[in-house]
């Protein structure tokens, strides 16, 4: 079955660097994934998504980067800001339909 | 882009009362929706699955008889916490998959209490 795991379960950082979480996940039929931003007490929100024919997707400050042979794929954020600081989740959909989500990395970027 | 409204966004019941979470996509068609639970500091844990018109699926371990899912039309998911207990209370979120695009989206969430 899908199983995904992220790295590092906590980050922080100061306004302005680099944030990067890397994501593990075990399905090899995977072919969709998204990165997932949720607020104290909201819903996650979809930043970014790649899909398994693409190896990079970049959205302004934000980047996908997807190794599909090592099966990770990794979400870059530059030039962090202090609203970038929540959760975010790197679900993954395998062979069937739902999003099964990993433990989340919890950033944090200290102005 | 795509909305998914969800209400309440929070509720307070009593024990041994039912509340019904709505889940509602507004601008596309959701052939499938999700409902996940998330407890303080953790992950979102998937409850079940529906299909427009048929039953949900339930993932091992979630009591179909204690968590009722209605999903009526191609817009509209239900999910109906029976006979509540405080044990039930946690934070509540739909999903909704675009027919068109494939895309997930998810609601606002709903925080419920059960005192």
């Known amino acids: 079955g899908e199983n995904v795991e992220q790295h590092p379960s906590t980050l922080s950082v100061q306004e302005g660097d680099s944030a990067v979480i890397k994501c593990t996940y075990s399905?090899?039929?995977?072919?969709?994934f998204p990165w997932y931003k949720q607020e104290l007490g909201k819903g996650p929100q979809l930043i970014i998504d790649i899909r398994s024919n693409v190896g990079e997707k970049k959205d302004q400050r934000i980047a996908v980067t997807l190794n599909k042979t090592a099966k990770h794929f990794s979400l870059h954020i530059t030039e962090t800001q202090p609203e970038d600081s929540a959760v975010y989740f790197c679900?993954?959909?395998?062979?069937?339909?739902?999003?099964?989500f990993g433990k989340g990395t919890k950033l944090t970027v200290n102005p | 882009g795509a909305v998914v409204s969800q209400h309440p966004s929070w509720v307070i019941c009593k024990s041994g009362t039912s509340v019904k979470i709505e889940c509602r996509s507004l601008d596309f068609q959701a052939t499938t929706m999700f409902w996940y639970r998330q407890f303080p500091k953790q992950s979102l844990m998937l409850m079940a699955t529906?299909?427009?018109?048929?039953?949900?699926?339930?993932e091992q371990g979630v009591e179909k008889d204690k968590f009722l899912i209605n999903h009526a039309s191609l817009t509209l998911s239900t999910l109906t916490v029976t006979s509540a207990h405080p044990e039930d209370s946690s934070f509540y979120i739909c999903?909704?998959?675009?027919?068109?695009?494939?895309?997930?989206?998810f609601g606002s969430g709903t925080r419920l209490t059960v005192v």
């Open positions: 679900p993954i959909q395998g062979g069937s339909e739902k999003l099964v």
């Open positions: 529906s299909n427009e018109g048929s039953k949900a699926t339930y």
């Open positions: 399905d090899s039929a995977s072919n969709y």
């Open positions: 999903s909704a998959r675009d027919a068109g695009n494939y895309g997930y989206t």
